[in-house]
């Protein structure tokens, strides 16, 4: 140890070959970190959606596997791992720290946005839950955005707990949950909290529109955020009339902004493959 309390790096040549801590896909600010402190990391990557960021951890000095095609079956994987082996276990989302990490993000939104009223973010599990969690102590308001064919919050604010939902949404690689986690879902039943589902193909566009217009290249989860603003509002069919914001518990397409309400867009991830955003002419 140093004297700072942190582990003191070892060099390549004294670590150990057994990965020393495991992690379902959360791997892009943990790999770097570990390997600085000589710790051999351990990736499980769900094959169908993650082709992307496999390629790119596989440059890291880490052990990175591939199973099954959804995050829930590469969480499964590494629990096993863990469990036989002592590594110790990083989950993506579900982790208290890591929603606590995440959620510092609305304290540098407030300081450029003084007097914020709304901040929007896709759910993923631990932004959200920590963003919800910051903005709940400064009275902001939150929309969480889950697409509609992976709508796992959604679902679980309808039932009253978390549920299993059916994973097959363009933003699978980032907001592909099968289950929310009970702390995400605590910070959604809290006030000032409204729910909203988005469709893929309103993604896809606004996804474009952000390179076209902006320059700014982001993963179909971050632009399923700003899509909850651009799309026209619709009724719901298990409703009479279009729901109101602050109301959990009724689905809605979009979020209407109230005149001079200040409302920030958190546009988080930019694993993406940026040549499928050009030659876009002719769509």
Not at 32 to 48: E, H, K, Q, R, T
Request: with cysteine.
């Amino acid at each position: 140890m140093d004297l700072a309390g942190q582990p003191t790096p070892r060099p390549p040549e004294e670590r150990d070959p057994q990965p020393e801590f495991a992690s379902a896909l959360d791997a892009p600010s943990l790999f770097p970190l570990g390997i600085d402190f000589g710790l051999l990391p351990g990736l499980f990557v769900a094959a169908a959606p993650f082709d992307l960021l496999f390629a790119k951890l596989r440059k890291y000095d880490a052990d990175v596997r591939l199973v099954g095609a959804e995050y829930a079956e590469a969480l499964a994987a590494r629990e096993n791992f863990a469990g036989a082996t002592g590594a110790l276990a990083s989950h993506a989302y579900d982790h208290p720290l890591i929603a606590a990490g995440a959620g510092t993000l609305l304290e540098e939104i407030r300081q450029q946005i003084p007097g914020l009223d709304t901040v929007v973010v896709a759910v993923g599990g631990g932004l959200f839950a920590g963003v919800a969690t910051a903005a709940q102590h400064h009275g902001v308001r939150v929309v969480a955005v889950d697409p509609e064919n992976c709508g796992a919050l959604n679902a679980a604010l309808e039932a009253g707990e978390p549920v299993d939902v059916p994973v097959d949404s363009i933003a699978a690689d980032s907001l592909g949950a099968r289950r929310t986690s009970r702390m995400a879902l605590h910070a959604a039943q809290q006030d000032r909290v409204h729910s909203v589902l988005v469709q893929d193909r309103d993604i896809i566009t606004t996804r474009q529109a952000l390179w076209d217009h902006r320059r700014v290249a982001v993963e179909h989860g971050a632009a399923a955020a700003l899509e909850a603003l651009l799309a026209e509002p619709r009724y719901d069919s298990r409703w009479n009339a279009l729901p109101q914001p602050g109301d959990p518990l009724v689905s809605s397409r979009s979020y209407q902004p109230g005149n001079g309400e200040r409302v920030a867009v958190i546009l988080c991830g930019a694993n993406t493959d940026p040549s499928s955003l050009t030659n876009q002419d002719d769509l």
